[in-house]
């Protein structure tokens, strides 16, 4: 018998890295493969044929696929879906910096919606001045974008409004739905990769894969796209194991919060690696968004007694002679 153990630290590092990577490289693929609703099609394929797989083969165990849950999971996979779509349409056209510091607000209206919506108390006096931080850091960046487009900034609001209902509802959905993390992100990516065909209809954007298939006949294939595309595919699956089990160790606003610190290396390699970033001035108020997380995560863990329910390992092992998974996190679970 072999086990593989995570602890919630292992789960946010794991989550850190492939967020931090995910954005430069869905950056890179939508440039070279400019067809948002198929890449991301391509990326809920991937992750659904993933963790079917990997169960076949015995590494992981999810839940079976039923259309009851499925009926119940609905609703969330398509707040996701939005997230998501609203997510590539916004890199496809504005810079890194722009999605990540519009992802830097979501921790304060998820922590409004929290108090609203999930009954957590209110913020402290020092959290909620974090919070004003990053909101102020982002401010400061819209201000001086001398990229301003009304289309970007468009898509920009429409994704803020989603990742922020998404990730109060998908932490609603982990908490109460009752399925382990292969089974949740079966269930989202098999769901989403359903509805894709919708989008991809609405949006006319199979019109504009037609049109390049019939001016490129015979030479389709391009390495660098394929590349890049590959790659946004494998760190989606990643992503999206990580995600969901870092959802089940911390709250909601923590996660979202998680997601703002972690963008400091995204910022350093979209920097490095192009010129498809903000001016010096943008790029100042953009860390300026990443220091008020700091700030956050030091007013929610300094001064309180350590909980041993919501800080338990989570602990995932896996059997190889009978193939069963153990996720430690639905039985003790955040009572938040």
């Given amino acids: 018998m072999s086990s593989i153990r995570f602890t919630t630290s292992g789960l946010v590092g794991g989550y850190a890295l492939c967020s931090s990577l995910l954005a430069v490289i869905n950056k890179y693929a939508i440039t070279l493969f400019n067809y948002p609703g198929l890449l991301t099609a391509f990326q809920y394929l991937t992750s ?33 879906y939005l997230a998501i779509f609203t997510n590539t349409n916004l890199l496809r056209h504005a810079n890194v910096d722009t999605f990540i510091v519009f992802r830097s607000l979501t921790p304060l209206l998820v922590a409004i919606a929290d108090t609203a919506f999930r009954k957590q108390p209110c913020p402290s006096k020092l959290t909620f001045a974090s919070l004003a931080i990053i909101l102020g850091g982002a401010i400061g960046y819209v201000a001086t974008d001398s990229a301003f487009t009304l289309t970007a900034y468009s ?7 989603t990742i922020t209902t998404e990730m109060v509802y998908i932490k609603h959905m982990v908490m109460n739905l009752g399925l382990n993390t292969w089974g949740f992100v ?28 019939g001016a490129n006949a015979g030479n ?37 919060v998680t997601g703002v610190v972690n963008k400091f290396l995204t910022v350093v390699i979209n920097v490095f690696i192009w010129d498809k970033h903000a001016s010096p001035i943008g790029i100042f108020c953009l860390c300026f968004t990443i220091i008020g997380g700091v700030v956050y995560q030091q007013s929610v863990t300094g001064g309180r007694p350590p909980n041993i329910e919501s800080n338990a390992a989570v602990q995932i092992k896996i059997k190889n002679n009978s193939g069963s998974f153990e996720d430690d996190s639905q039985r003790k679970r955040d009572p938040r």
């Avoid at 659904?48 to 609703?75: N, Q, R, S, Y």
């Fill in 48 to 80: 659904a044929l993933g963790v079917w797989a990997l169960g076949k083969l015995g590494f992981v165990h999810h839940d079976a696929f039923t259309v009851e849950t499925a009926k119940k999971f609905l609703p969330a996979a398509f707040v996701f």
């Fill in 155 to 161: 898509w920009a609001v429409a994704y803020l409004i």
């Fill in 186 to 213: 079966l269930y989202n990516n098999l769901l989403s990769l359903m509805m894709a065909p919708m989008f991809w209809v609405l949006t006319r954007e199979y019109s504009d894969v037609f049109a390049f298939l």
């Fill in 220 to 256: 389709w294939f391009d390495f660098d796209a394929f590349l890049a595309v590959s790659l946004s595919c494998l760190f989606g699956l990643l992503i999206s194991f990580f995600g969901f089990a870092t959802r089940k160790a911390i709250s909601a606003t923590a996660f979202t």
